[in-house]
Nanobody
Framework: QVQLVESGGGLVQPGGSLRLSCAASGSIFSINAMDWYRQAPGKERELVAGITSDGSTNYADSVKGRFTISRDNAKNTVYLQMNSLKLEDTAVYYC??????????????WGQGTRVTVSS
């Protein structure tokens, strides 16, 4: 089994910053891609940012220049630094981690979600 624990969400004013973390633990042989998604009320879940095992990153157009994804392989943790937050960034943020387990299976695991509310 693999568990993901997210943290760092909260309430912030427009223009503010938050840093999300997602730590993976359990029967992990290796971690491949690590992604952050978000789902706003009444909307579909969307990919916000992703980072591969070699550090290549990609971002949704709506967050480019404001959000930064990074990972600490020693800690099996992925981060999302969110700056210049806007009202439209309000959503529940989920991490998704593609894990190769110690049993040899590759499977995407999801965090429980952390709520980010941008409001004045």
């Amino acid at each position: 089994q693999v568990q993901l624990v997210e943290s760092g969400g909260g309430l912030v004013q427009p223009g503010g910053s938050l840093r999300l973390s997602c730590a993976a633990s359990g029967s992990i042989f290796s971690i491949n891609a690590m992604d952050w998604y978000r789902q706003a009320p009444g909307k579909e879940r969307e990919l916000v940012a992703g980072i591969t095992s070699d550090g290549s990153t990609n971002y949704a157009d709506s967050v480019k220049g404001r959000f930064t994804i990074s990972r600490d392989n020693a800690k099996n943790t992925v981060y999302l630094q969110m700056n210049s937050l806007k009202l439209e960034d309000t959503a529940v943020y989920y991490c998704s981690v593609l894990v190769t387990t110690t049993q040899g299976y590759e499977y995407p695991y999801w965090g429980q979600g952390t709520r980010v509310t941008v409001s004045s």
